[in-house]
């Protein structure tokens, strides 16, 4: 009896992880009831791998043949132009030979530092895709050897079920995340960007205006003399005057009457120059009134009613309860701001009973210096919300990203749910129901993702970096989210989301490891690749953008305007998105589907050679914030350590019941080592990137300077932060 329990132990102990009761998703949803003999092995909901290598491969071949035609024989302006928008000059390109063809070079000058970085962070991961590739072609050899799963499937007869864990792949996993650790520490050296891996660069994410201070936090009827006084009195303020101290007021309605009258001058600019003579306004159809009427008339009058409305909301700002202090010096500024600190309780400083000076609110107020005027978000500046307020939104977002998760989960099931979908067998309906149809469904995936991303808005950020951020990490947490979810699955997703089957047993950790997933990732890849690029090599953004617009311009100056004055601008969020949640997902499942280290280094070298061709020749020099590069970098280096981790899942899932007595065995020591030692070298590497103040010293009340580590940006613009002034005075020079 003990023999044969022995011998079960160790049989189980080296068998394969059991996905037999997991469910193929793609399968559920595509379900045509069409027979196309050996092709339907082919078919998935978005294809199988060489299925989508096939038609993507021809899609673009025949879009870019028929573009660079219509460039070679029509001289249309926007097959050629850069969108830099009206009054920028940009380096011309210089045109690219072989050597930097195939050494994949970067022009600073014509892309700008902060294309450049982009770049250079897809170039440092390029490099550890190829050696992700060498490895990827050396596990497949190894699992050919492997017996247990046969030679039926040829996925599953190169993942990890076939072999079973070795010492091996606990070896390469090290390896790539070593690879991984050094590459990352050159790229940030040398872009001298502080990451996780290189700590000692300068943060230069971390900039301020030390000769301002911002206060936030003040009560509504506080006006610029009495809180002149009240920091003259109470703190011996020094260095400060009542000309140098700007309110903040709510601009979200003003901004876009600005926008709007920037755009009727400038119109009125193209028809003072138009060679064509006076012009008549274009009626719509959507207008009650057809008379004809002067377009130089119409603008005027636009503008004068404009300029009426401007002038009727700038008397009637309502105060945020921010303001801006200039001091003559920054030692005054700081002597300031410790007094201010020390003054206000350490202990309960939001009390909800009655205080003297309720005015000024001091127990309310957060004192920092003052980012650049150019970082805020003065269009979105608002007052403090109430916490409902805050709450709601929160939940808005909280529905919209569930949502979301749930209609991409299940596209299959949407589809066929519109009636998009029919029976037919036909060519014409085939080839909706093959070809037309999913590259129909791939844009409006992205689209819907801009649009549910783009609902972080919705928060008012006090600051521009804070916008992309978010939304970097909107769109990298909701797509590993949703890929996770799919693989995870054991019954069909419209089944376990309509509550017929919902229950925990129905998503398991062994769906992780079956191979069918590994072919969902890689087809994912290479659809996400291949549409980004026919998207920008075809213009497609402003082709979309113009078609909007073209319906609506009602004379030719308005349509010269809005063509002088677009600009394209490149969306490092949603590109950093893409870029590491296609790393992530290959880290955590290479060791099981090796195939997918070769699609995700093919595909990384074309978006790669596509995203360069575009800054260069279709976007405008595009810039943002240092913390949109740090974010990347510091995602893959925290999440590559799923690696190691997806390996000992799998050893522990393997083993089940039988784990406590097979602690001691090699293929479970070998990727807790690789794990642990991943683990410590993050937490090292914590400790090293974060401030030497601890949030425990900031908690207790710790009044040393919390931004002694943060970069002295001085800046002499004039009205820096005072937007309106600032606004009115540029139009005043244009005019």
């Known amino acids: 009896m003990t023999e044969i329990v022995g011998t079960k132990i160790l049989s189980d102990s080296y068998s394969s992880v059991d996905t037999s009761e997991c469910s193929n998703q793609d399968a559920h949803d595509i379900n045509f009831k069409i027979d196309l003999g050996w092709f339907n092995s082919l078919l998935v909901w978005e294809g199988g791998i060489a299925f989508n290598i096939v038609y993507w491969f021809v899609i673009l071949a025949i879009f870019l043949t028929l573009f660079h035609l219509l460039r070679r024989k029509f001289n249309w ?16 390109a210089k045109p690219l030979n072989w050597a930097d063809w195939l050494t994949l070079a970067v022009d600073e000058n014509a892309i700008g530092k902060d294309g450049a970085t982009y770049l250079w962070f897809h170039y440092r991961l390029i490099q550890v895709y190829t050696w992700m590739m060498v490895f990827g072609v050396a596990l497949i050899v190894i699992h050919s050897f492997g017996s247990k799963l046969g030679l039926e499937n040829l996925l599953s007869y190169t993942s990890l079920n076939n072999v079973g864990l070795s010492g091996v792949h606990s070896l390469l996993s090290f390896a790539i995340l070593a690879t991984l650790a050094w590459v990352m520490t050159r790229h940030g050296n040398d872009r001298r960007i502080r990451t996780l891996v290189s700590p000692n660069v300068p943060n230069t994410a971390r900039v301020c205006n030390r000769q301002w201070l911002k206060i936030t936090g003040l009560g509504r009827d506080v006006t ?9 009195k109470k703190f011996n303020a020094q260095g400060i005057t009542r000309e140098g101290i700007v309110f903040a007021n709510d601009l979200t309605k003003l901004w876009p009457v600005l926008d709007q009258l920037n755009t009727v001058r400038d119109i009125k600019r193209q028809l003072l120059i138009s060679p064509s003579g006076p012009e008549l306004i274009q009626r719509r159809f959507w207008d009650k009134n057809n008379n004809e009427e002067d377009a130089t008339a119409y603008y005027n009058r636009k503008e004068n009613i404009l300029l009426a409305e401007k002038d009727a909301m700038i008397k009637n700002l309502e105060f945020i309860g921010t303001a801006f202090i200039r001091f003559d010096d920054p030692a005054q500024a700081k002597a ?12 309960f400083r939001y009390s909800i009973m009655p205080q003297k000076e309720d005015e000024f609110r001091l127990r309310h107020w957060t004192v920092r210096y003052a980012p650049p005027g150019s970082h805020i978000n003065w269009q979105q500046l608002e007052g403090q919300h109430s916490i409902w307020k805050k709450l709601s939104v929160l939940l808005m977002l909280l529905i919209a990203y569930s949502t979301y998760i749930t209609v991409m989960a299940t596209p299959g099931f949407i589809v066929r749910s519109l009636y998009l979908v029919g029976e037919g067998s036909n060519p014409v309906s085939l080839t909706w129901k093959i070809f037309i149809l999913p590259s129909i469904v791939t844009f409006i995936t992205t689209e819907l993702t801009d649009l549910v991303t783009n609902l972080d808005l919705y928060r008012h950020h006090f600051c521009l970096a804070s916008i992309e951020i978010g939304r970097l990490r909107s769109i990298f947490y909701l797509s590993s989210i949703l890929y996770l979810v799919r693989m995870m699955a054991v019954q069909p997703l419209p089944l376990l989301f309509s509550g017929q089957l ?15 997933h590994g072919s969902f990732i890689a087809c994912s890849i290479i659809v996400n690749t291949a549409s980004r690029i026919l998207m920008d090599q075809t213009r497609f953004q402003f082709l979309f953008n113009y078609l909007k617009k073209v319906f609506t311009f009602r004379s030719q100056g308005e349509h010269i305007a809005w063509r002088k004055s677009y600009r394209l601008e490149f969306d490092f969020a949603s590109r950093y998105a893409e870029l590491t949640s296609n790393f992530v997902l290959t880290c955590l499942i290479i060791i099981n589907f090796p195939v997918i280290g070769i699609v995700s280094w093919i595909s990384s070298i074309l978006t790669f050679l596509s995203d360069r061709s575009a800054l260069m020749n279709i976007y405008a020099v595009s810039s943002t914030n240092p913390n949109i590069h740090q974010e990347p970098v510091n995602i893959v280096l925290s999440l590559s350590i799923l690696s190691p981790l ?3 899942i799998y050893r522990i899932v393997q083993l089940g019941s039988n784990l406590p007595n097979n602690l001691l065995d090699d293929r479970f020591i070998a990727p807790l080592c690789v794990t642990i030692v991943c683990a410590l070298h993050l937490i090292y590497a914590f400790l090293r990137y974060f401030p030497k103040r601890t949030w425990l010293r900031r908690w207790v009340g710790y009044v040393e300077d919390d931004e002694e580590d943060m970069i002295d940006l001085m800046s002499n613009a004039k009205h820096e932060y005072d937007p309106i002034k600032a606004l009115n005075f540029e139009i005043h020079q244009s005019v």
Not at 224 to 232: A, F, G, M, R
């Open 77 to 92: 302006q926007f097959l050629h132009e850069r969108f830099v928008g009206s009054g920028e000059t940009t380096a011309d």
């Open 224 to 232: 610029i003399d009495s809180l002149y006084e009240y920091l003259k």
């Open 646 to 648: 997806a390996l000992l």
């Open 336 to 347: 300031t701001k410790m007094a201010i600190i020390n003054h206000q309780p350490k202990w």
């Open 502 to 516: 919902f229950d925990s047993q129905h998503f398991r950790l062994e769906c992780l490891f079956f191979p069918e």
